[in-house]
């Protein structure tokens, strides 16, 4: 199976050039960002040997028409989606927090509330939740945004402390999160899912706010399938999932967590190709569309020629 792992174009123009986890970033003339979304895959914030097929066309595709269902709450970052793995859009300053919002306690807040935990980021918990119940009302996690290695949490009063975003515009940014989950819930139980949690990202440009990277994706978010949620949770087993938490799952049971002296287990082309379906699967259950994969013979040199067009098109 073809995939795309890195790209290394040279576009006219191109100012600058930056490779994040998953996404390979163009600067075009200091104003517009290429962004490439890869078939890299990172989980515990490390980047596996294994690229994933489409992955990089499911995120590009599902954040576009996110993007695009939420510009009337905020406006974003997006001017073309010249290929089903880019979008070009516009150039901001982003903030240095990424904004997490939880409905439920599952994945990381559940792992620290399993540990004694009962503040995350300085939001209190009560006693006595289960894995994946859900929150009395949804909670605002912030992480600090790390360019290299691990996210970590962070409170709201620390951020106003320290200076990170000031008061204005982080209020601005706890608004945006709290409308776009709830779009973000409103428009998965149409589809018969449940957002569990997720994450936005802003920036600012000309002193205005936008919403930037991807939205509502299974990198960024996490789903439960509606229809057995409440079964399983009151037998007390797993919920049935759309994320990436089941190869967080799988890499721990091999013992991995991308901690110091950890190495990241062989990953075969069975699951190389389950990690596959299961972004594909999302896809079709978030959008109501059928999966169009794109024509992955000489990806890289489609991607280079929509891309090329895209400029010429802006310039």
Same mark, same amino acid.
């Given at each position: 199976?073809?995939?795309?792992?890195?790209?290394?174009?040279?576009?006219?123009?191109?100012?600058?050039?930056?490779?994040?986890?998953?996404?390979?970033?163009?600067?075009?003339?200091?104003?517009?960002?290429?962004?490439?979304?890869?078939?890299?895959?990172?989980?515990?914030?490390?980047?596996?040997?294994?690229?994933?097929?489409?992955?990089?066309?499911?995120?590009?595709?599902?954040?576009?028409? =996110?993007?695009?269902?939420?510009?009337? @709450?905020?406006?974003?970052?997006? $001017?073309?989606? +010249? #290929?089903? /793995?880019?979008?070009?859009?516009?150039?901001?300053?982003?903030?240095?927090?990424?904004?997490?919002?939880?409905?439920?306690?599952?994945?990381?807040?559940?792992?620290?509330?399993?540990?004694?935990?009962?503040?995350?980021?300085?939001?209190?918990?009560?006693?006595?939740?289960?894995?994946?119940?859900?929150?009395?009302?949804?909670?605002?996690?912030?992480?600090?945004?790390?360019?290299?290695?691990?996210?970590?949490?962070?409170?709201?009063?620390?951020?106003?402390?320290?200076?990170?975003?000031?008061?204005?515009?982080?209020?601005?940014?706890?608004?945006?999160?709290?409308?776009?989950?709830?779009?973000?819930?409103?428009?998965?139980?149409?589809?018969?899912?449940?957002?569990?949690?997720?994450?936005?990202? =802003?920036?600012?440009?000309?002193?205005? @706010?936008?919403?930037?990277?991807? $939205?509502?994706? +299974? #990198?960024? /978010?996490?789903?439960?399938?509606?229809?057995?949620?409440?079964?399983?949770?009151?037998?007390?087993?797993?919920?049935?999932?759309?994320?990436?938490?089941?190869?967080?799952?799988?890499?721990?049971?091999?013992?991995?967590?991308?901690?110091?002296?950890?190495?990241?287990?062989?990953?075969?082309?069975?699951?190389?190709?389950?990690?596959?379906?299961?972004?594909?699967?999302?896809?079709?259950?978030?959008?109501?569309?059928?999966?169009?994969?794109?024509?992955?013979?000489?990806?890289?040199?489609?991607?280079?020629?929509?891309?090329?067009?895209?400029?010429?098109?802006?310039?």
């Amino acid at each position: 199976m073809s995939a795309i792992k890195e790209t290394n174009f040279k576009f006219p123009g191109q100012t600058n050039f930056y490779r994040g986890k998953v996404r390979d970033v163009y600067t075009i003339s200091g104003k517009f960002l290429v962004m490439v979304a890869s078939d890299r895959i990172s989980a515990f914030d490390v980047i596996l040997p294994e690229p994933i097929p489409f992955k990089g066309q499911v995120l590009n595709q599902i954040a576009a028409k =996110f993007l695009q269902a939420t510009q009337d @709450i905020v406006p974003n970052w997006v $001017i073309d989606v +010249p #290929d089903p /793995s880019v979008t070009v859009g516009k150039m901001c300053e982003p903030f240095k927090v990424e904004m997490v919002i939880r409905g439920y306690l599952a994945g990381h807040a559940w792992r620290e509330y399993s540990a004694g935990k009962r503040e995350i980021c300085g939001v209190s918990l009560p006693e006595g939740l289960r894995e994946n119940d859900p929150l009395p009302e949804p909670i605002i996690t912030p992480t600090t945004k790390a360019a290299v290695g691990h996210d970590e949490d962070i409170s709201r009063e620390a951020i106003l402390k320290q200076g990170i975003v000031a008061e204005e515009d982080y209020v601005q940014l706890e608004n945006y999160t709290r409308q776009l989950y709830l779009r973000g819930v409103e428009i998965a139980a149409e589809r018969g899912l449940i957002l569990v949690d997720t994450k936005y990202e =802003f920036g600012k440009s000309d002193g205005k @706010i936008y919403l930037i990277d991807e $939205i509502h994706t +299974p #990198d960024s /978010s996490r789903y439960f399938y509606l229809d057995t949620y409440k079964e399983l949770q009151e037998k007390g087993e797993p919920q049935r999932q759309l994320s990436k938490e089941f190869l967080r799952r799988w890499l721990i049971e091999n013992g991995f967590q991308g901690k110091e002296g950890q190495t990241v287990p062989f990953m075969s082309e069975e699951l190389v190709q389950s990690v596959s379906d299961r972004y594909i699967e999302l896809y079709e259950h978030i959008t109501g569309e059928k999966f169009r994969k794109a024509d992955a013979e000489a990806a890289l040199e489609r991607v280079e020629n929509n891309i090329l067009e895209s400029i010429n098109r802006l310039n």
